[in-house]
């Protein structure tokens, strides 16, 4: 089955100590994002990933890095995490030939 | 700045209804636009993608259509069942963007009454 795939589901975590949130797919996609959610704010890009080692910030992307050193996966790394970051995280990654995304079942991750 | 806007907020229609959810963007020079399913403590699932040159697309008891001079789309639930209940996005792939970026609204929460 054609999926992306994150983990941990949730997790509550303390300030500053860091974390990975990792996203995996297996319809062999080229590129891969990270989007955050939160209630007013709707559905924001992170980091996206064009291809192996090409990154690039999105929108929202302090706090954060990522890193690609294989295709089918694209972590999201939190080196410090703040209260601030409490969010929602889907990771996506998109069908070239339409642009079609496909997003992964999301992540809730509580900063205390 | 692109931005995307879903009327209504909220939605509570008896079983069996069509319903129409509406869409709407300020800048028509898109590659895309999808519409998305959000289910409470789930992801998105895709539901249908327009391509900029298509008018609409269909799939199963779900229609949507895209009217990118004005600025609109449309999505069309025939029938609406209780297990249409959720929250749905539409969200856009501005054209020049080379972030590949989708903008979302900030959605439609449906409720499908038995």
Same mark, same amino acid.
């Given at each position: 089955?054609?999926?992306?795939?994150?983990?941990?589901?949730?997790?509550?975590?303390?300030? /500053?100590? %860091?974390?990975?949130?990792?996203?995996?797919? @297996?319809?062999?996609?080229?590129?891969? +994002?990270?989007?955050?959610?939160?209630?007013?704010?709707?559905?924001?890009?992170?980091?996206?990933?064009?291809?192996?080692?090409?990154?690039?910030?999105?929108?929202?992307?302090? /706090?954060? %890095?990522?890193?690609?050193?294989?295709?089918? @996966?694209?972590?999201?790394?939190?080196? +410090?995490?703040?209260?601030?970051?409490?969010?929602?995280?889907?990771?996506?990654?998109?069908?070239?030939?339409?642009?079609?995304?496909?997003?992964?079942?999301?992540?809730?991750?509580?900063?205390? | 700045?692109?931005?995307?806007?879903?009327?209504?907020?909220?939605?509570?229609?008896?079983?069996?209804?069509?319903?129409?959810?509406?869409?709407?963007?300020?800048?028509?020079?898109?590659?895309?636009?999808?519409?998305?399913?959000?289910?409470?403590?789930?992801?998105?699932?895709?539901?249908?993608?327009?391509?900029?040159?298509?008018?609409?697309?269909?799939?199963?008891?779900?229609?949507?259509?895209?009217?990118?001079?004005?600025?609109?789309?449309?999505?069309?639930?025939?029938?609406?069942?209780?297990?249409?209940?959720?929250?749905?996005?539409?969200?856009?792939?501005?054209?020049?963007?080379?972030?590949?970026?989708?903008?979302?609204?900030?959605?439609?929460?449906?409720?499908?009454?038995?």
């Amino acid at each position: 089955e054609a999926q992306v795939t994150q983990n941990p589901r949730y997790l509550i975590t303390v300030t /500053g100590k %860091k974390l990975t949130v990792t996203c995996s797919q @297996n319809m062999n996609h080229e590129y891969m +994002s990270w989007y955050r959610q939160d209630p007013g704010l709707g559905l924001r890009q992170i980091y996206y990933s064009m291809n192996v080692e090409v990154t690039d910030k999105g929108d929202v992307p302090e /706090g954060y %890095k990522v890193s690609r050193k294989e295709k089918r @996966n694209f972590p999201l790394i939190l080196e +410090s995490p703040s209260p601030n970051q409490t969010s929602l995280y889907f990771c996506a990654s998109r069908v070239r030939s339409t642009g079609e995304l496909f997003f992964g079942e999301g992540s809730r991750l509580t900063v205390l | 700045k692109q931005e995307v806007t879903q009327i209504p907020a909220a939605l509570s229609v008896p079983e069996g209804e069509n319903l129409v959810l509406n869409c709407s963007f300020t800048d028509s020079a898109i590659y895309n636009l999808q519409w998305f399913r959000q289910d409470p403590g789930k992801g998105l699932t895709s539901l249908l993608l327009i391509q900029s040159s298509q008018r609409e697309q269909t799939s199963g008891r779900l229609n949507a259509s895209l009217d990118k001079s004005s600025g609109r789309s449309t999505l069309y639930i025939a029938a609406s069942q209780p297990g249409d209940s959720a929250t749905y996005l539409c969200a856009v792939s501005p054209l020049m963007d080379s972030s590949y970026k989708l903008i979302f609204g900030s959605g439609t929460r449906l409720l499908v009454r038995p």
